[in-house]
């Protein structure tokens, strides 16, 4: 099984909603990242956990806030988004979060309006 | 700093062979990644290269020079099926190697025409 899963596929939510994207792997990957991708842009890293730790932090706004429940499953949650922020968020995961290769969820497009 | 370019936009046959660019600056280079990108969908892993040479899979061969901070990807006998976003994507260790943090290039758009 080498499958990243994300839940949901779309969203749409106002800016002063609060809702919860989800990502799980059972891949027995102990690194998992949230990644944003705009249109025609590349994905750009937000958030890198290691071990159920919160390693990297691209200086991602407080909005945006990551958990790690446990080694399979990451939360990203949202409040107050602008709209600017609308964008395909992507879920990945790798071994130990150090040389490995990266895999990839479908991702979760989401509108805010 | 870091930076990495490829082609923005690129068009081929089917059948053909078509040749990707990427050129890297970054300061803990530590391996560099292909990733093929369906409209609307994840990023899917191609292919991985750490070491000078060519790395063979398929259809699809990755090239990489580090004394020349240089990579490409190879795609031989085209299918429209291969019609793509693909992006290089190379790994920085700059943190003394604890965290496995990807840098993607824009990603070059492959059209095959029939």
């Known amino acids: 099984d080498t499958e990243v899963t994300q839940t949901p596929k779309h969203l749409v939510m106002g800016m002063t909603n609060k809702k919860s994207l989800k990502c799980e792997q059972h891949m027995g990957h102990r690194a998992m990242y949230w990644y944003k991708q705009k249109a025609k842009k590349p994905p750009e890293l937000m958030f890198v956990y290691s071990y159920e730790k919160l390693s990297i932090n691209e200086s991602v706004p407080s909005r945006f806030s990551p958990e790690c429940p446990n080694s399979s499953l990451l939360n990203l949650h949202l409040h107050a988004l602008q709209p600017e922020d609308s964008a395909l968020y992507l879920c990945?995961?790798?071994?130990?979060?150090?040389?490995?290769?990266?895999?990839f969820g479908p991702g979760t497009r989401l509108l805010v309006l | 700093g870091q930076n990495i370019d490829q082609p923005t936009e690129m068009t081929a046959t089917e059948g053909a062979i078509v040749q990707i660019n990427c050129t890297y600056q970054t300061s803990g280079f530590n391996g560099l990644f292909w990733y093929q990108q369906h409209a609307g969908e994840a990023p899917t892993f191609l292919s991985y290269?750490?070491?000078?040479g060519l790395e063979e899979k398929g259809r699809f061969s990755s090239f990489l020079s580090r004394s020349k901070g240089y990579s490409y990807l190879l795609l031989k006998e085209l299918q429209m099926k291969d019609s793509a976003s693909y992006l290089c994507?190379?790994?920085?260790?700059?943190?003394?190697?604890?965290?496995?943090?990807?840098?993607f290039g824009t990603g070059t758009l492959l059209a095959v025409q029939p």
């Open positions: 990945a995961s790798s071994q130990y979060g150090g040389i490995e290769t990266q895999y």
């Open positions: 290269n750490v070491l000078d």
């Open positions: 994507a190379v790994r920085d260790m700059g943190d003394g190697g604890a965290t496995n943090k990807l840098i």
